[in-house]
DNA sequence: CTGTTAGCGCCTTCAT
DNA sequence: ATGAAGGCGCTAACAG
């Protein structure tokens, strides 16, 4: 009934090589005859092997790999950039991770061209511009990883993308919309932070398509970009609330959530259904006073952990983990999960 | 900045004994005296050591463990022998699993009091009766750990508890209803699987709390008891939608699912918000036919795997994990996770 | 280009 | 009651 376990050796051994040929197999790494690689390959499919993740994961790695964060107050990168410290402890990996505006494009290409050749990887929010295309296809070819977080560049050519799927959190969002405006007509507001970034963009069109597919009797409108800030948070949700005397629900698809609760905590129209994103104290705090109705959700320690292993895996492999794309979750005041600390 | 790592090693020599007395302490392994036993706590909790759950999963391990969970035809408990499977090469344990009629109070309790000597734990999902408890703590008493899965038993001495908080996972239920059955004015019915359970039994209490907290125009009945069996569920569903001409709203707080979805689809009230427990072809199918609004999910493979690490975690220790109870996940339409297979 | 060696942190024999 | 030695599966230095 259990299964044999194929090992790195009996690999090595079929193809008549040492494990460490197995290994630079497995890992694409450079130095083995084209011959050899085909006779490896075939070992392995023959065989079966499945590398094991655990063993991988003690293994002593190095290297150097790079990490860069939007800086701006945003505590869905703080909570990140503590999961990442977090993880370092496992690897032995030399983590440098540096907060920056990265949600200006030139900004980012620049600090992606200066990655150092010695990075192994580089792990970053990507906008989905031109320059960072070009910035991360450069770093690619010449053989530094590139792991894109939360939001995507479909066209580039990064190893990995880790997050969830943001038009279909758009769609999740916009699903409970629908069923917490029922029978209501009125007003539905989206608020996002940056045009530049895909996800936001994603999960704004995912919103639209389920209320235009089931909400014949809202009405939808743009709330502008706030750009992740606070307080142009606050100043849009307040022109909003005062221009909208209809408005029944408001979709905060990107971050400046303090702003918007501030905004709402002034003025809002009684039953208005609010949906948010990423679990932090301000959007937890927004939830337990019943300001908040529901938070779409992406597990910042699941991000962490398949990134670093997205660095470890050889690009050869499939998606970035058991599933690919990470789990969308759906937290009410209900389900919330205890504090991390 | 990267905080030290303190190893078994580091302990052994502050306490000045080897590893394997540190590593016997630590696994709460007799044959070691109560002198040295404190000695090596002190170091222990002096140096703040922090296991590695890597180093221990991958480590050699050995021993058997009994797993008993329930067999008439359902698909969650399938799933979940599945997920047991895909631990069972991870780790050297020598897993015995049989289905059985677990949900039979005398059964069960003859099943634990016929486990093995050998056996290093047991993994079950517990009925709340007194034989059962008398059982458990029997079995702890000799020093094989059990390990509650879903349903627990907090009154007897098992070494741990996975799954999610029933009570809580109920009243999300209740949340989710309340929202969709807002504004309107009819019965809601709750039809449970078994009572000598305490998942379910908890769930429906959670469940109707927050019902009778927030909608005051809904009015609350008891489907039954389907013993989870699908013929069961049909007919009592079939009864009850065909007896409560108002009924906007049906909770299924155990399995069954197929039966309840075959007396829907032969009669059900326009507009009836159903809301059911975890993810199987059936429940899946639901919801994509619009047929099931909301499913409430534990992650079948969390619940293995850190089943498995209790077995081999010492009973000193905290939790069965990074957050203690596992995460409730709110599982619609729109944010379905891909299937498994 | 390829093989050998050593080690990650823990657990388990086996010996003492 | 305690210690020493070996191995889990993989990766990375260092040789050849």
Redesign the pocket.
Known sequence: MAKQ?I???DVARVA??????V??V??A?P???A???ERVNAALVSLGYA??AL??R??????RVDILLPGNENLFFDDLVARFAEEESRH?LDMRLVRMNAFDAPSLAAALNGVSEQSRAVITVALDTPEVRDAIDRLEARGTRVITLVSDVPQARRSAYIGFDNFAAGRTAGALMAQFAAQKTGTVAVLVGHLSLRDHLDRRSGFEQVIDERCPDLRLIQAGACRDLPDLAQTLVADLVAETPDLVGLYVAGAGNRGVVAALAKAAPPGLAVIGHELTEVTRAALLAGRYHAVIVQDTREIARRALEAV?RPETEEGPGPDGLLAIQIVIKENLPPAHF
């Open positions: 376990k090992l790195i050796e008549g090589v040492s494990k460490s040929t290994d630079r497995l890992n790494r130095g083995v005859r011959n050899t690689v590398p094991n063993a991988r003690i293994a002593p790695s190095s290297g032995d470890l």
